[in-house]
T-cell receptor, first 115, second 115 residues
């Protein structure tokens, strides 16, 4: 089954404790992206990757890191989480055509709470 | 900046009735894709419908159809014969053909289908 998986689905942590949210897709998509969803703000892009070893900042990259060492994986790293990073996080992937992304396929979401 | 506006934060409709959700966007690009995504209480992001900007014909998917007005930069979603399972948050989004261009979402419209 074609899908995007994220782990963990739920995470409660404390300020300053490094964490990683994993994301994996099995559709051989070039493009992958991370979003955070907050009430009234819709989805805001954190980072995206057009292909292996190619990543770029989205609209709200502060406090986050990503890496793209393999095509299928795109982990999101919070080196020193803070309470304002409490949010619902989505990973997504998309095929590309001459650099243009198309339909985004989303993972199930990760609910992160930073105390 | 490229933006998406959804002017109706909340809407409700009686079961079996028809409802239209509004979306306007702003971009200087001429070629782009437009999307409506549905997020039910499960939080999963589900693609509802997709429209290519260079196609004049409005996209349809079963009970879902769009009214795409390119000159007005308007992309409304019509849901016919509303069902209880249509209760969800609906997000309008678009992506352009610029290399690496972000996928931009609106803030969402919460739709409640009433029995």
């Amino acid at each position: 089954e074609a899908q995007v998986t994220q782990n963990p689905r739920y995470l409660i942590t404390v300020t300053g404790k490094k964490l990683t949210v994993t994301c994996s897709q099995n559709m051989n998509h070039e493009y992958m992206s991370w979003y955070r969803q907050d009430p009234g703000l819709g989805l805001r892009q954190i980072y995206y990757s057009m292909n292996v070893e190619v990543t770029d900042k989205g609209d709200v990259p502060e406090g986050y890191k990503v890496s793209r060492k393999e095509k299928r994986n795109f982990p999101l790293i919070l080196e020193s989480p803070s309470p304002n990073q409490t949010s619902l996080y989505f990973c997504a992937s998309s095929p590309t055509d001459r650099g243009r992304t198309d339909t985004q396929y989303f993972g199930p979401g990760t609910r992160l709470t930073v105390l | 900046a490229q933006t998406v506006t959804q002017s109706q934060p909340e809407m409700s409709v009686q079961e079996a009735e028809t409802v239209t959700l509004s979306c306007t966007y702003d971009t200087s690009e001429s070629n782009y894709y437009l999307f409506w995504y549905k997020q039910p209480p499960s939080r999963q992001m589900i693609l509802v419908i997709r429209q290519e900007a260079y196609k004049q014909q409005n996209a349809t998917e079963n009970r879902f159809s769009v009214n795409f007005q390119k000159a007005a930069k308007s992309f409304s979603l019509k849901i016919s014969d509303s069902q209880l399972g249509d209760t969800a948050m609906y997000f309008c989004a678009f992506t352009t053909d610029n290399y690496g261009q972000n996928f931009v979402f609106g803030p969402g419209t919460r739709l409640s289908v009433l029995p």
